[in-house]
């Protein structure tokens, strides 16, 4: 069995920060492995742009993105397998892939980065009914068809879910000729980015039909027409609201899940709300030495974070190898409060605080002026004023080490309410 | 008074342009907002994504861009036109793939980097 000091699983924007700054931090052994033909992940296929605004100050292209890593991964030593699948890690950090250059190979870790990202929700996950025509998939398989592999996937269209992919294919195929007919929304509100409803809805004129079903799927060989109806507050439909829409393609945009078939069978804690592992202060999971970083950890809507959060993972297992483990004498266990869905970390170790802790969460419902509130117990250590919160924004709370240290029982509430005026 | 979200970043400010007074804008967080929100008023632009034929590689399309926006209402006909364009591998990202995009002064720039 070979040695090395870190694996990375996935090449994807979290792999490869996470292998960068490992190998800054000094690890000089690191095996990048990515069942995929290139680097990249997800990016390849997204070719709009919007990337980086935050990480380089530029409006970059989904590839142009992952390839200015992949050139600064290219400068390091960092060993990289592509076409190398991962099939399982063990707790002590044995990794098992295959690759058709390799075979079955198993290696074992000092330190072990999971990368895995994300997979789409599917016709299955959210039990649309109807018959089973051709014309219907998700709009991140689209995206794939359309941008990598060069080939249209329908001429009408409606869209399912407003999530940020949804409103980038409605554009994309747009442009590519075909007629969308609408995005249709189960949710009162939209959960991709306002900038995507309007460059990508508005500006070609597509509907946006918010608290709207797709109640029937008609097609014999191929999709033919989607029944759209309208859901009352309990998210039923209402009887006589249906219409009909004539299209050959219906795309599903309606949510992403962490692949985390690994992280499962590693025996990993996870936490149901992310359906990612539940994480410390520094990535690491339940199992020490087993960092997660990106989608697969939590599903983001910027790859600016995704790049930042794993470089945070990337430095601590390099720590992890260089230092060994963690101090864990007081442990805070955050917990979502009003209106908060999540957060991540699930858990902070006081002593592993340096600086402070940044806390990712999602509010459950939108709001204008508003405030978000950290509480220990009664008491109340930390307040942070928003002009705007939405389900489709991921926020972020910086704690610095003062205020955490304010904190005197086991518990963190974070909590999201209105302001008053 | 017009009220407009900001398309530039994904904070999506909600900006606000008096068309009356030489369209001030705010409700911006930085200046990039201001001129979305002058532009979005006076001339809108874009910029176009999509991508392009390749050959002599093992994928069969290359990612492109624009190199700068666009008037927006030149974004079907451009869509259009990057159906005529070929490439051939090796392409850098950068290289320009087809010079003055539809009459824009525009040009049309590879996004990844794909050797043969
Ligand atoms: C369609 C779409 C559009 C988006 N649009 C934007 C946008 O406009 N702006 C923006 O900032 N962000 C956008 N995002 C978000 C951003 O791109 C993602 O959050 C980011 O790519 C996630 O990075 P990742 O590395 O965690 O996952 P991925 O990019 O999915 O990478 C994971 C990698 O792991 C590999 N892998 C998985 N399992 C294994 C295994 N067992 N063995 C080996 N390798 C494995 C996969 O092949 C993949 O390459 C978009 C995301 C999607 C899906
Ligand atoms: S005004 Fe600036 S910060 Fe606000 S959305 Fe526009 S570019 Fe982003």
Redesign the interface.
Known sequence: MTEHQLVVIGGGPAGLSAALSAWEAGITDILLLERD?YLGGIL?QC????FG?HRFKE??????YA?RYVELLESTAVRVKTDAMVLSVSPDRTVRYVSPADGCRTVHAGAVVLAMGCRERTRGAISVPGTRCSGILTAGAAQRF?????KMVGRRAVILGSGDIGLIMAR?MT???AKVLACVELMPYSSG???N???CLQ?FNIPLLLSHTVTDIIGDRRLEKVVVSAVDEHRRPIPGTEQTFECDTLLLSVGLLPENELTRALGAEMDPRTNGAAVYENMETSIPGVFACGNVLQVH??VDFVSEESARAGAAAADYIQNGETASRRTLTVENGNAVSYTVPQRIRMEAVDQGVQVFFRVNRVFEKSAVTVTAGEKQIARFKRE?MAPG?MERIFLPEKLLALAEGETITVSAEEAEA | MKELICIVCPNGCRLRVDEKNGCRVTGNSCPRGEEYGKNEILHPVRVLTGTVRLHGASLPRCPVKTRGPIPKEKLPEAARALCRVDVEAPVQTGDVVLADLCGTGVDLVATRTILP
């Open positions: 033909k390849n070719v709009h742009n919007g605004l409006e970059l292209t989904g590839p142009e390839g359309i941008n990598i592999e060069g994309r442009l590519e000729g980015l306002n900038r409803i309007v460059q500006d809507d910027l705007h924004e």
